[in-house]
């Protein structure tokens, strides 16, 4: 896991690259056009603490130092390059659960909005990732309020929650539908000044997609079609990779196929039966190329085999109905969708 702020992962590599007090830093007063590089000259006592925390030999233990230095010298011109450094090598513990107990305990020193942004993202996916989504949503909710313009962890918890509410829980959906909408409302309007033009680009193509995916389905669970298929037709534009949006295109599109058809059954036989029957097959057509299209995406996925499996069967029977009770054909149409779907 890594922070998600572009500007706080670059202050996270400079803190990396140097020890935090080294001279020049704390140079003494005889020194002083030289520390002014670096910022004022620290106080003996600033400069032994923190020469201590550059030899402590780990992150809990130079967060443990790091407390001691804030409770002393709450002021300190150097508080919040201490909270850049520490924040860097708590990055760096590798077991999750460490990770949480040290960032927790990071937030409770360094409790500035400007030393809060360097970590609270990270702790959100850390426990994202944990299944602790009671935490998740508490802290993310609370940080997504004073930060408005903060897509990732907004983009995160609105997908989370919204596939929890498929698997039928559905205590986060109404906090998830809203931050899914600002996030899109974020994504699509103006860059921050803060976000960097790579950076901004990375998130619109890694989030959006997903993020019209997430609403489409709510529109479709909500029985709300136009608005699901609209979101679902932005998805498609945006070359979404995942099955479930032609799966859900491919459901609607049958549907409105069947009411066609049952139309068409009811109807006298003559020159309106004829082209009710041909809007009958136009659509059945179109939810054979989005079954095709969802099928193709599945493949070497092992997290949708079921989703493969459950929609071989109406496509082949619709494809079989289409061509004279034939498949030939079939797996062609499948591998014109895989060779469409490769990067």
Known sequence: MRFNDSLTRALLALAATAALFAAPAFAPRAHAQEA???????????AELGEKINKAPDAAAKLALAEEF???YPKSAYRQRLADYVAGEIDTVADPAQKITLTEKYLAVFNAPAEAVLVTPGLVNLYVNANRLDDAFRVGGSWLATNPEEVQTRAQLAIVGI???????????PQSIDFARQAVALLEGTKPASVDDARWGQLKTRWLPSLYQALGIVAY???????????LDKAIALSTTDPMTYFI?????????????????AMSPGAEQDAQLKLAMDKLDQAIDFYARAVA???????????????MEPLTAY???????????LQQLIDKYKTAAKP
Do not use: C, F, W
């Open 36 to 46: 002014d590089k670096q910022g004022p000259p620290a106080s003996k006592g600033e």
């Open 163 to 173: 596939n929890e509410a498929q698997r039928q829980n559905a205590k986060y959906a």
């Open 297 to 311: 995406l599945t493949e070497g996925r092992a997290e949708y085999a079921a989703l493969r499996t459950h929609i």
């Open 249 to 265: 295109l491919a459901d609607m599109t049958d549907a409105e196929y069947a009411d066609l058809a049952a139309k068409y059954k």
């Open 319 to 329: 494809y079989k109905y289409r061509h004279n009770g034939s498949t030939d054909g």
């Open 221 to 231: 669970s909500q029985k709300n079609v136009a608005e699901a298929r609209s979101h």
């Open 70 to 72: 804030v409770k002393k």
